[in-house]
């Protein structure tokens, strides 16, 4: 594969006035769309109009992720300090629970959600609460949930922060993020839901990973918060640097305090240096798919490149969402 690289300064905001858009999902239309962290969901219009689906009644609700159903409408991860679960929304306002207890016990606080067909792939990073101590090596308590024809089972566990998830364009693994265990896991697919762990690469001091999408080649792009990179992972595990806005004395604060244990005392997960603000999530959309969308958790606005390489539609990119109704 050539060598890839994205030059920041060519990028441009996108969407204003968000609030955390933390995870990034794109349609064919040129919809992209947002958490909102005030209870709902944001749209951006390929023209830049922006709607709000913003319930009344779910001031509560603290989305992380968000992905499209094939009739429309969505689900989102509930990451809110002390509570979990996964939530339905219709463009027109109405909501109900998708999954808020498993094995009797209420979710801790939801990271992300991924529909594949009639499957949803759940993950929780921990089952620390609230969560902010389980960032430190060695805290392997995170997992996986597969819901499928109404029953929901842990079917990936013991995992280092499970955030993002992914499965790859020949339908043959689940990619899973560990953020603090610093390294991307995969398993691979069978009727039963998953087999054994495989350790997909290790990526060590600077790295942090959260987001992850496939191109059209099948490298693996990850997105790092703290150290705002964003990587290429080749399927044979070369890992290549396609993009840096790093403050070199920030994370090495950052890896120090990981290594100490001290991290999660701290507040650098709420510091946003340099043009991105904690780089957590890519999509690709566009007519070629190379247009890339760099979602930060600390920006009110999306970065918008563009890519030398085509990104692997999604499940939900041919998806067509109503205009949202129920807003506010």
Known sequence: MKPISIDLTESRPFGHDLYRPECVVVCRDGSVFVPDWRGGITRVRSNGAQERLLPSGLEWLRPNSLTILKDGSFVVAHLADHAGGVYRLWADGSFEPVLTALEGRPLPPTNFVLADGDDLWITVSTRVVPRFPARRPGQLDGYV?????GNA???????GFTNEVRIDPDRRYLYVVETFARRISRYPLNQNGLGRQEVFVELGEGHYPDGIAFDAEGALWATSIFSNRLLRITPDREVVRV???CDADFVASVDRDYASGRLAE????????????????????GEDLRTLYLGC????????TRSPVAGHPMPHWDVTVPPFSGTT
């Open 266 to 285: 701290l507040g650098h997960i709420d510091m946003a240096p340099r043009t991105l603000g904690n780089l957590s999530s890519i999509a690709f959309g």
């Open 145 to 149: 949930v597969l819901l499928r024809g």
């Open 153 to 159: 089972r842990v079917v990936a566990d013991r995992l």
């Open 243 to 245: 993009l840096e806005d």
């Open 297 to 304: 958790l600390l920006k009110g606005e999306i970065r918008v």
